[in-house]
């Protein structure tokens, strides 16, 4: 079970990363039915001014390294790549890492990780412009720069800036279930879900749409994912010829009406297959895709794997 986490900072620190690290764990919604997380700022010496990389902008961590030594997870945001680390720092992740603690780097944050040695023949993953710099550094590591994180169990690594609100929401969902997940990501006005691991699928959350119609037909929609829209039906509601509300959708959204429709769909089952006790046919039904079997279609298509097999392994399990 996730109870605490340590946010490990060193000079060179990338505040929008660590700021996603704090705004994941470090607030307090209980009031949403998120547990509270005991969250630590940890830096290499307790009360030291730490340095980010924007000028004049420090931080002061209450925590030494020692408040590392009984942490759930341990979270190393973003920082300037250099070429050696602080050893108490690297040793400090060894130890956490050799105990059990789950390790998550955000961006540059790998290459800390990479130096304390615990990442030898695993894939990860970075921003996409230090890939190659990653992978020159440490050969022996598998870089994939397509995707927004990679899960190996104990250690999570994940791409540039927001991929990181990506990878801690993963971690919550993992470890406590969609529904404090999705309590946060409300909160955080971001998408609760965009899988990353070994295959890389994104869901569409509602897009922002500079069309009020097609905003408000858009939001309506996801009231109504059991009805049968069509493109037809949708026009109309748009009031907008079919043609028109074709072009207008694709130049805001970058997709098409229906592939966004089942986007939106597939979403809403995977809701339905962590909180409810709905069978898959209940779910396809509820989604509106009619049958199990076209749900399945379209949720291996989506996610990469059965319904039966997402509920088994992300079924909401907060004690």
Do not use: K
Not at 145 to 151: G, H, I
Request: proline residues 5%; glycine residues 8%; hydrophobic residues 45%.
């Amino acid at each position: 079970m996730l109870r605490s986490v340590g946010a490990l900072v060193v000079d060179g620190l990338a505040m929008f990363e660590f700021g996603v690290v704090c705004e994941v764990f470090g607030i307090d919604r209980t009031d949403d039915g998120v547990p509270a997380f005991d969250f630590r700022v940890v830096a290499p010496t307790a009360g030291a001014a730490i340095q980010s990389g924007i000028p004049g902008v420090e931080i002061r961590a209450p925590y030494g390294l020692d408040a590392l030594a009984d942490v759930d997870l341990v979270a190393v945001p973003a920082t300037v790549i250099r070429d050696e680390y602080d050893p108490a720092v690297l040793d400090a992740i060894r130890a956490a890492h050799a105990r059990g603690a789950t390790i998550v780097s955000v961006c540059s944050g790998v290459f800390v990780l990479a130096a304390a040695g615990i990442l030898d023949g695993r894939t990860v993953t970075t921003h996409w412009r230090h890939a190659d710099e990653l992978a020159r550094r440490y050969p022996n590591l598998v870089v994939d720069p397509d995707v927004l994180f990679v899960d190996e169990g104990d250690i999570v690594t994940s791409a540039g800036t927001a991929a990181g609100i990506d990878a801690c929401l993963h971690i919550v969902r993992r470890e406590l279930g969609g529904t404090v997940a999705t309590a946060i990501a409300r909160r955080m006005v971001v998408p609760p879900q965009r899988d990353g691991g070994q295959r890389q699928y994104i869901p569409q959350p509602v897009p922002e749409c500079s069309d009020d119609s097609l905003r408000l037909v858009l939001e309506w929609v996801q009231g109504t994912l059991a009805d049968d829209h069509t493109v037809d039906s949708l026009a109309a509601r748009a009031l907008m010829s079919p043609r028109t509300f074709a072009r207008r959708f694709a130049a805001e959204t970058g997709t098409t009406p229906m592939r966004w429709l089942a986007g939106q769909r597939v979403m809403h089952a995977q809701v339905l297959l962590e909180d409810s006790d709905l069978d898959v046919e209940e779910v396809a039904r509820e989604c509106g895709f009619g049958s199990a079997a076209l749900l399945r279609h379209h949720f291996r298509r989506a996610v990469g794997v059965a319904p039966a097999d997402y509920r088994a392994s992300f079924r909401s399990r907060v004690a």
